[in-house]
């Protein structure tokens, strides 16, 4: 398969493979911000220069084949991307913007080149959609399974990430986008996706291949100094809002009909007969922001987000205790998470 | 086994895991350094704050059961040691100190948690040596092996790292400490250890396991602008020393009876009937800094490296081309890579 006269990775050799990653690296990422990267690939390591008066914010996250994806159902290049994402979405989080990012991929030695070169196309795209370059990582021989890792550096000014805690009684809790695509995309993957998928399924498919954080809008949020906690949204909000509610000593109750629903995914569950409010809250892989504000603030959100394109809902209030969700004019029950557990056996779903 | 109640990972869930890292390692590390680590472990990504004037050296290594280590040769705890080890050598290569590390492990289902134990255990030991703290990353599920990845970030002050490039033609060569030991215990390995081994088997195999990368001796040689040109040798001297000249655009002679070669080492070679000189080419692993430094300027360097309690040897000379070897009165050779190439098969030894 494939056009390549080198046709997997024991043809090629770990120099002749970072020589070929930084290669397609260099030709499809953006110019790095003017200065900010110093040196990358070719080095013992990256050199990185923050702006003056800027703190870095670091996260990293590990993907490994079968766990959370398959090579099945996601396109390299869709793994690619979806790698850096997840990471440049917790940078946004933090209020930070990206400088740069670092992966390490561990392939099993028979992996087609062209399945590398797609996966390091995707990548690329997404360090260009996001302005975090990769700017260096490393390249192994696994035994069965693709692993890969991203470290993900941002800058924040001085003062000014956001963190979970600091979430206070009768602040308002928000959501940017919508939720429940992912798990959408995902339960379709799950049942068989038909040949030429429908609009709406493409939609849902879409996001969960290609989520698309809205990292822009965290910084705002954060440099305007309005929010008062703010985390995004992987593992699906029942179960990140435990963290958030953690952290900031405070409960929250959310309101089940103000959570926003694409209509993609609306139509997607009715004909899978899902409640559509159960992708939203523990489906996962949202990427999005969730972030709460004091009330009196709230008429400030729309003039910050909407040049970004970003739209937000308030979902729900912060309480002094108790992780909730109510329907319109029910009374309020217990949101206790149900999203995937890595370590437990028999979890939902094959992520 | 183990006297743990909770036996496994499945038994543990993610969160439980987290938690339990996040005391494990806050208990271990050294506190960071005052005031750089801003919020660690607990949020969406950690927040530094390198010193103002200081740029960050960002680098990234995988390390994979079976390719790279063998739970059966290595305890949990020198696995962890290692592999933040082998990326503050990367730091130290850069003229760069340690600032945080991030860590991702994805684990078979079924791992001990006395194993994860002992791995933070060794990990964290690391952490303190080097004032290198963990300050986040991510634990996940893996099908069948063990597959870490590190992330070290670093500090140097602006405009003194030192890169690859830079080797002029008649710079002395040199390398810190000695070459070969790491070879030497992955040999003994190979062959089976001994089950009482003597102290030159214990000596050998201690770095192998545990290597002590002189990173403060990379940060002194780049803060008195004495070296040219810099990078750790962790693939074996034979092969890193093309990308040095490469990258410098120059070639370098290797005076064979210049190898720094330890007593252990040595004794080790001659029982397996082995060149000692061979693993100290190709062994790999030896995590000790390689150097040019104009010779004018050599004399500088035991002032500046004898506090640290660090040698340096100068084992050759920068040429205008070629990578060679001399023996003793002997005609100059090619000096080709012959180490552990990740990608092929039947590559020598099990790493």
Redesign the interface.
């Known amino acids: 398969m494939g056009g390549d006269l080198l046709t997997d990775?024991?043809e090629?050799?770990?120099?002749g493979?970072i020589a070929r990653v930084s290669r397609g690296l260099a030709r499809r990422q953006v110019a790095p911000a003017a200065g900010a990267i110093?040196?990358a690939i070719?080095?013992?390591?990256?050199?990185?220069?923050?702006p003056?008066g800027y703190?870095?914010?670091?996260?990293?996250?590990?993907?490994?084949?079968?766990?959370?994806f398959r090579r099945d159902w996601s396109s390299a290049a869709d793994i690619g991307w979806k790698a850096l994402a997840a990471n440049v979405s917790?940078?946004g989080?933090?209020g930070?913007e990206p400088l740069?990012a670092?992966?390490?991929?561990?392939?099993p030695?028979h992996t087609e080149l062209k399945w590398l070169d797609a996966f390091y196309v995707g990548l690329g795209e997404c360090a260009a959609a996001y302005g975090c370059p990769v700017?260096?990582?490393?390249?192994?021989?696994?035994?069965?399974?693709v692993?890969l890792?991203v470290?993900?550096?941002?800058t924040?000014p001085?003062g000014q990430?956001v963190?979970?805690r600091g979430a206070r009684v009768g602040d308002c809790v928000c959501v940017t986008g919508v939720l429940g695509d992912s798990g959408g995309g995902l339960a379709l993957l799950e049942k068989g996706v038909v040949r030429r998928p429908p609009g709406h399924h493409r939609a849902v498919l879409g996001w969960h291949r290609r989520p698309q954080p809205p990292v822009a809008a965290g910084a705002a949020l954060a440099r305007a100094g309005v929010v008062t906690a703010m985390?995004?949204l992987s593992d699906g909000l029942a179960s990140d809002v435990q963290h958030l509610c953690r952290?900031s000593r405070v409960g929250i109750r959310v309101q089940a009909e103000r959570l926003p629903i694409s209509d993609a995914a609306r139509r997607t569950a009715g004909e899978l007969g899902v409640e559509p409010t159960h992708w939203a809250l523990h489906g996962g892989e949202d990427y999005q922001m969730l972030f709460t504000v004091p009330a009196a603030r709230m008429s400030e959100i729309p003039a910050l987000l909407g040049p970004l394109g970003v739209v937000a809902t308030r979902i729900g209030t912060v309480t002094a205790r108790g992780i909730e969700i109510a329907d319109v004019g029910g009374a309020p029950r217990p949101l206790h998470p149900l999203g995937f557990?890595?370590?437990?056996?028999n979890a939902p779903g094959s992520r």
């Open positions: 990775l024991t090629l050799g770990e120099f493979l110093r040196t070719g080095d013992d390591a990256a050199l990185l220069a923050p003056p703190e870095v914010v670091a996260t990293a996250d590990a993907l490994v084949e079968t766990v959370h917790d940078l989080a933090m930070a740069a670092l992966v390490t991929v561990a392939l030695p700017v260096g990582g490393d390249t192994v021989r696994a035994p069965f399974h692993a890792s470290t993900a550096l941002g924040v001085e990430a963190h979970r985390m995004d952290e557990a890595h370590f437990r056996e």
